[in-house]
């Protein structure tokens, strides 16, 4: 059968990710159509040899003849766009975290709650946050074996997590701070002085920064809820207990997450190492870092753990590309899950 898919947000950093699985994974699609901002529109991208012109969101008919849209534009626009691209046909699958908590939408890690498609039933299909993605694979495989109870996460996000722009600004506050490079040592907050920031909530380059996100009146971030609310709806446990600590680091791409997880059953690193071995999707190495794994698929556990405390609980640290698995790679593989099930 004949079939379109759309990326919308193609030229952003997720979005070029998108396009790139598409022509690499030969993907099932007779045409594909590139959508973005006003500004964006009428250039053209390179698909599979030929060079497609951009479209704009705001054409009246873009989502015409689309059967597959994939979102990665920002939850606002998803908010506006998505139900208009349902409505002229299409199934959308959306990267932001406009639908991730709504009743009707699926929230689907492909490796994970493949049969929750099962639900679509507002045409949209979620993706989940990026560093909640990272800790599923993980936690799927161990609660399977020993029945998950509660998550204490703490995350270490690339700048990536932002955005391109959120890359940019890591950059070019490293270039700043470079050219003051005494300062780092002797006056840290004279050093910040020498550049600036928009995007991260501090100065990222040769720092940490322990907010992401809006705080709420509890002083947690809407980011750190996602990392609780998105791994009860993934998991099925609506009652799980997380306790989520989110961080931006220094690392243009590649989130981290280190886990202390409790489970209803014993646990011991040998037996949670044979549990997570042959997961889909999951590796085990023994120092997995973001910068070894940027550009990989692979989602990567290292320093398994038994607890020093509770003989119920283990301790990891696991990493995944936030722009490949926590974005465009699951993507994808909810759209191929998708064309393999006959509903879109």
Same mark, same amino acid.
Request: glycine residues 8%.
């Given at each position: 059968?004949?079939?379109?898919?759309?990326?919308?947000?193609?030229?952003?950093?997720?979005?070029?990710?998108?396009?790139?699985?598409?022509?690499?994974?030969?993907?099932?699609?007779?045409?594909?159509?590139?959508? %973005?901002?006003?500004?964006?529109?009428?250039?053209?991208?390179?698909?599979?040899?030929?060079?497609?012109?951009? *479209?704009?969101?705001?054409?009246?008919?873009?989502?015409?003849?689309? @059967?597959?849209?994939?979102?990665?534009?920002?939850?606002?626009?998803?908010?506006?766009?998505?139900?208009?691209?349902? &409505?002229?046909?299409?199934?959308?699958?959306?990267?932001? =975290?406009?639908?991730?908590?709504?009743?009707?939408?699926?929230?689907?890690?492909?490796?994970?709650? $493949? &049969?929750?498609?099962?639900?679509?039933?507002?045409?949209?299909?979620?993706?989940?946050?990026?560093?909640?993605?990272?800790?599923?694979?993980?936690?799927?495989?161990?609660?399977?074996?020993?029945?998950?109870?509660?998550?204490?996460?703490?995350?270490?996000?690339?700048?990536?997590?932002?955005?391109?722009?959120?890359?940019?600004?890591?950059?070019?506050?490293?270039?700043?701070?470079?050219? *003051?490079?005494?300062?780092?040592? =002797? @006056?840290? %907050?004279?050093?910040?002085?020498?550049?600036?920031?928009?995007? *991260?909530?501090?100065?990222?380059?040769?720092?940490?920064? /322990?907010?992401?996100?809006? $705080?709420?009146?509890?002083?947690?971030?809407?980011? +750190?809820?996602?990392?609780?609310?998105?791994?009860?709806?993934?998991?099925?446990?609506?009652?799980?207990?997380?306790? /989520?600590?989110?961080?931006?680091?220094?690392?243009?791409?590649? *989130?981290?997450?280190?886990?202390?997880? !409790?489970?209803?059953?014993? #646990?011991?690193?040998?037996?949670? !190492?044979?549990?997570?071995?042959?997961? $889909?999707?999951?590796?085990?190495?023994?120092? $997995?870092? /973001?910068?070894?794994?940027?550009?990989?698929?692979?989602?990567? #556990?290292?320093?398994?753990?038994?607890?020093?405390?509770?003989?119920?609980?283990?301790?990891?640290?696991?990493?995944?590309?936030?722009?490949?698995?926590?974005?465009?790679?699951?993507?994808?593989?909810?759209? +191929?899950?998708?064309?393999?099930?006959?509903?879109?």
């Amino acid at each position: 059968m004949s079939r379109t898919v759309a990326v919308v947000g193609a030229t952003g950093a997720v979005g070029r990710e998108l396009r790139r699985l598409l022509e690499i994974r030969s993907f099932p699609l007779d045409e594909i159509r590139l959508i %973005a901002s006003e500004r964006s529109a009428g250039t053209a991208l390179a698909f599979k040899g030929s060079e497609i012109t951009v *479209h704009a969101l705001t054409e009246p008919d873009v989502f015409d003849g689309v @059967d597959i849209a994939l979102f990665s534009a920002g939850g606002t626009t998803s908010k506006q766009y998505a139900p208009k691209a349902v &409505d002229a046909g299409a199934t959308v699958v959306d990267n932001s =975290s406009a639908w991730r908590m709504d009743a009707d939408v699926p929230l689907i890690v492909a490796e994970v709650n $493949p &049969d929750a498609l099962a639900g679509v039933r507002k045409g949209i299909v979620a993706n989940p946050n990026c560093t909640t993605m990272v800790a599923m694979l993980p936690l799927k495989a161990l609660h399977d074996a020993f029945g998950l109870e509660q998550v204490i996460a703490t995350s270490y996000q690339a700048a990536g997590g932002a955005g391109q722009k959120g890359i940019d600004e890591l950059i070019s506050q490293a270039r700043d701070l470079i050219e *003051h490079s005494d300062l780092l040592i =002797s @006056d840290g %907050a004279r050093a910040m002085e020498a550049t600036s920031h928009e995007v *991260h909530a501090s100065v990222l380059a040769f720092n940490a920064v /322990p907010r992401i996100g809006t $705080p709420d009146e509890r002083g947690y971030t809407d980011e +750190e809820m996602k990392l609780q609310n998105e791994s009860r709806k993934i998991l099925g446990l609506l009652d799980l207990e997380v306790v /989520p600590t989110c961080v931006r680091v220094p690392v243009v791409v590649g *989130h981290a997450v280190q886990v202390r997880a !409790r489970f209803a059953e014993k #646990v011991t690193a040998d037996s949670a !190492r044979e549990a997570m071995s042959g997961f $889909p999707g999951l590796l085990l190495d023994e120092l $997995p870092t /973001p910068l070894a794994w940027a550009g990989r698929n692979e989602t990567v #556990v290292g320093r398994v753990r038994e607890d020093l405390i509770d003989p119920h609980a283990l301790n990891f640290w696991v990493v995944g590309d936030n722009l490949l698995k926590g974005a465009a790679l699951n993507t994808v593989q909810i759209a +191929e899950l998708l064309v393999e099930r006959g509903t879109a």
